[in-house]
């Protein structure tokens, strides 16, 4: 089973496909943690994309795409895998299609999650975290016992700064820009799901696995 994920920030997808990562035991793999772990571990293709980060640049397509595919062809991920936050260009799900059937691992299906841009602002811009335990609160959805307080450790919670209003209007943008045509193309190529984010990540769930015809307990 290969899975796709799809999703705007805040729509989800990162908790969904840690549901069927659970569901079908396959790694979820998500690009942030795999450029992490690549730096951490001084690898060559590490090394290379850490002189990019270093001075704001993005990683070119060709070392990303390579550092993937080390990973997708470790052996947990010989049964299928779950790929969360990557592709993000036409160049590299093409050049991805390429390369995942010369090693016969089949695109089972798209899954791409969506959410009002005015919603997913709301989701995000209420959020609040702990810098001191990391524990995530919601103003609306998960208020803490006492105003701007972690009801773990006490510490004041904060605003990150990437779940600002601008900030994540921005980044609704870059999201919309960078998926139209790679969503128009997979369309023609794979399955795509799309499947309305909800309140409850448990009814997403259930909407996914109805698509992909998973019994549901």
């Known amino acids: 089973m290969v899975l796709i994920m799809f999703g705007a920030p805040g729509v989800g ?5 840690a549901v069927l990562s659970g569901t079908f035991q396959i790694p979820h793999i998500s690009t942030g943690g795999i450029f992490r772990e690549n730096v951490a571990n001084e690898t060559t293709l590490g ?20 550092i993937i595919m080390g990973r997708v062809l470790q052996n947990d991920c010989r049964n299928g895998f779950i790929l969360d936050g990557f592709p993000r260009t036409l160049f590299q ?4 299609d390429e390369l995942l059937a010369e ?24 959020r609040r975290v702990c810098p001191s335990c990391n524990l995530v609160y919601h103003l609306e959805h998960n208020k803490p016992s006492r105003a701007e307080r972690c009801d773990r450790c006490n510490g004041t919670l904060i605003q990150r700064a990437d779940d600002t209003e601008t900030t994540i209007r921005k980044r609704l ?8 045509s790679l969503l128009a193309y997979y369309r023609t190529v794979h399955p795509v799901f799309d499947i309305e984010s909800q309140s ?14 998973i019994p549901v307990s």
């Open 93 to 96: 799900a093409k050049h991805l």
């Open 13 to 17: 997808k990162g908790s969904q496909a």
């Open 200 to 213: 409850e990540i448990s009814e997403t769930t259930k909407h996914i696995f109805e698509a992909l015809e």
């Open 103 to 126: 090693h016969s691992f089949p695109v089972n299906a798209i899954i791409n999650i969506t959410l009002e841009d005015e919603l997913i602002i709301s989701r995000l811009s209420g």
């Open 173 to 180: 943008e870059i999201y919309h820009d960078q998926t139209k």
């Open 47 to 66: 090394k290379i994309a850490k002189s990019y980060m270093d001075r704001g640049a993005l990683v070119p397509d060709e070392i990303t795409i390579d």
